[in-house]
């Protein structure tokens, strides 16, 4: 059984969300502060059992900031379940939340009392005079009548009362960000090491034989002289303090003779190349963080092979922290060979590289600091076609457009190189200060990546700079470029296109950044070139006639030009940046996008 959909409406950030999930994995993606905590609670409040029920009172901050509580209102988290049928466990859980064949609803609302409901009727309440004393909670599952959507707070007798009891068979584990493992492998109400112990189902002749050592060993222990004289001075002290009407008597061993004592004490001994049996302290924590999901994988394969289940569900926010980027991709792989639904958030390109794209749900913030929330694969302009491309194309590199606020796409390397460097030298703005990040393409298939930005898919600004005659940088010389004027039919409210009249480094070549050039071919050991600019430069700044300008500036092109192809351009942009200190002007269009960002 599987979480397909959730529907929030009025909690913390989200005025209203409708997301479906398809996939074992689900990887939300989005900035800071765009929900995605309150996501995981809100799935928390829904259908985990463990949750404190504290929480499902809401408080004030839990309700979204344009709902005013002194008029009746609600806040409303449904969650549809798939995937159950001929499971019995599953079957028999969700059979009084059934909507259809396959697909059930639990749903969780916070709104007025049932007495406060009925005084509203009555008009011996008006509205505009509750307050957060006069709302409840209540969590019902079931009927078909409705959308979720659809329910508003004075509706009654929507589906069935859903018990806690019901629901304490279908597990939900959360790891949020900020855990402490080591402390948790510790604790036994939190240690993913006990319940995988307890899911053993050690037999009974076992757990004796097991008692039978640790009583022997206590034994062993107490008949030490030394130990035996440190138990009795504790036991007189102890005796001493709490006076005869306290009197408890004190012994020394290593653990009381239980079964339930030997689990709650036994530790993971671990070994490398280096140390043999240490304990995870001695550990990092990126280590104790992979060990911790481990043992609760393991768990969680054992209880779903025990049948008893009614399904689970892993929530994990930041899988990917204190770990190294490859143990990063080993533990996604892990996770989507589990065969447990798991919804994880993440700001790790590393992550997103891993998982398919049918996984990611993006979180925007809007201009009007509202949450746009899509399920990416589901953006309306995109094809099979384009999915698989988007597929392979969303690498490390790459993937940073899911994350940036804004984003600009280039066709390669030296756009990637220099214009960041160039708009601190020129305009003396830091692009990724202002959300603004450079994604190169390398190529000019831009209008995949376009189709991405728009409502229902990423609703952020994404500029495309791009040469007028597209044409690949590794293409040969005799092929024909494309015809970048088309790429204007992709402008939208999302994404506008701004072209330069010819290549990228000739459109950078003018007398404001000569200098930077001729440093650069300098550093390069191109003395001949550095010479040619030199001179050109030198005649440009005593000109007066207007044509040898133009000609001069065409021939100071070709230079730079034919300069970067012979050292590779992206070796003379990586060079060529350290000099943007000698620019004092941009390209226009370079500079128009960037002036359409920042707005």
């Known amino acids: 059984m599987k979480i397909s959909r959730i529907v929030i409406q009025n909690f913390r950030s989200f005025k209203s969300l409708d997301i479906t999930l398809e996939n074992d994995i689900t990887c939300i993606i989005g900035e800071n502060n765009t929900g995605k905590t309150a996501l995981f609670r809100a799935i928390q409040i829904c259908v985990d059992v463990n949750l404190p029920s504290v929480f499902r009172s809401l408080i004030r901050e839990d309700i979204h900031a344009s709902v005013d509580i002194s008029h009746p209102s ?11 049928e001929g499971i019995v466990n599953e079957e028999a859980l969700v059979c009084q939340w059934k909507l259809e064949a396959d697909r059930a609803r639990v749903f969780f609302r916070f709104r007025p009392r049932p007495a406060i409901r009925e005084k509203l009727a009555l008009g011996e ?11 409840t909670w209540e969590l019902r599952g079931g009927d078909a009548t409705v959308d979720l959507t659809e329910i508003t707070w004075d509706m009654d007798s929507i589906g069935e009362t859903v018990r806690f ?4 068979s279908y597990l939900v584990v959360n790891l949020p960000a900020l855990r402490d493992v080591e402390a948790d492998l510790r604790q036994p109400h939190h240690s993913p090491l006990v319940r995988l112990i307890e899911a053993f189902d050690v037999p009974d002749a076992e757990q004796e034989a097991l008692v039978a050592i640790l009583t022997d060993a206590n034994a062993e222990i107490e008949a030490s002289k030394t130990i035996a004289e440190i138990a009795q001075a504790i036991d007189s002290s102890f005796k001493a303090v ?20 030997i689990i709650r004490n ?15 302290s001695r550990n990092g924590l990126g280590m104790n963080n992979i060990l911790y999901i481990a043992i609760l994988i393991e768990y969680l394969k054992r209880r779903i092979s025990k049948a008893t289940t009614a399904g689970q569900l892993l929530l994990i926010e930041e899988p990917e922290a204190h770990l190294h980027p490859q143990l990063q991709a080993s533990l996604l792989i892990a996770l989507e060979q589990t065969k447990v639904q798991v919804i994880l958030s993440s700001h790790s390109t590393q992550v997103t590289s891993q998982a398919p794209f049918a996984t990611f749900i993006s979180l925007t913030r809007r201009a009007d600091a509202s949450i746009a929330a899509s399920t990416l694969s589901k953006t309306p302009t995109l094809d099979a076609n384009d999915i698989a491309d988007l597929e392979r194309y969303l690498d490390a590199t790459k993937n940073n457009l899911l994350f940036a606020r804004k984003v600009m796409l280039v066709e390669g390397p030296a756009e990637l190189f220099l214009i960041p460097a160039l708009a601190e030298a020129v305009l ?10 450079i994604t190169s393409i390398y190529g000019v298939h831009f209008e995949v990546y376009s189709k991405l930005f728009r409502a229902g898919g990423l609703e952020k600004k994404c500029a495309i700079v791009a040469d007028a005659d597209l044409k690949p940088s590794d293409a ?18 999302f994404v506008h296109v701004f072209l330069g009249e010819t290549t990228f480094e000739r459109e950078l070549v003018c007398l404001e950044t000569l200098n930077m050039f001729i440093e650069t071919c300098r550093t390069l050991g191109a003395p001949n070139i550095t010479a040619d600019l030199e001179a050109a430069r030198d005649e440009l700044d005593d000109f007066i006639v207007d044509e040898r300008e133009a000609e001069l500036l065409e021939e100071c092109r070709d230079k730079v030009l034919n300069t970067a192809k012979r050292f590779g351009k992206a070796r003379f942009a990586q060079v060529a940046s350290r000099f943007a200190n000698e620019c004092t002007e941009l390209p226009g269009y370079i500079n128009d996008a960037i002036e359409w960002l920042q707005v």
């Not at 609600?74 to 995937?83: A, F, K, S």
């Not at 309440?125 to 307050?131: D, Q």
């Not at 040969?476 to 409210?493: C, E, I, M, R, Y």
Request: proline share 4%.
């Open 165 to 168: 009891g019901d629901l304490s």
């Open 266 to 280: 036994l530790k993971i001994l671990l070994s490398d190349h280096v140390l043999q049996s240490f304990e995870p």
């Open 428 to 437: 003396g703005i830091n692009l990724e200060r202002l959300g603004i990040s």
């Open 74 to 84: 609600q806040v409303l988290i449904g969650i549809e379940l798939t995937d159950f």
């Open 476 to 493: 040969d010389d005799d092929v024909d470029p494309l015809d970048g004027h088309a790429l204007t039919a992709l402008n939208s409210d």
């Open 242 to 261: 709490s006076g005869p009407a306290f009197e408890m008597g004190a012994t020394l061993g290593l653990s009381a003779a239980t079964f339930q004592a």
């Open 125 to 135: 309440i008006v509205p505009g005079e509750l307050t957060l004393d006069d709302y």
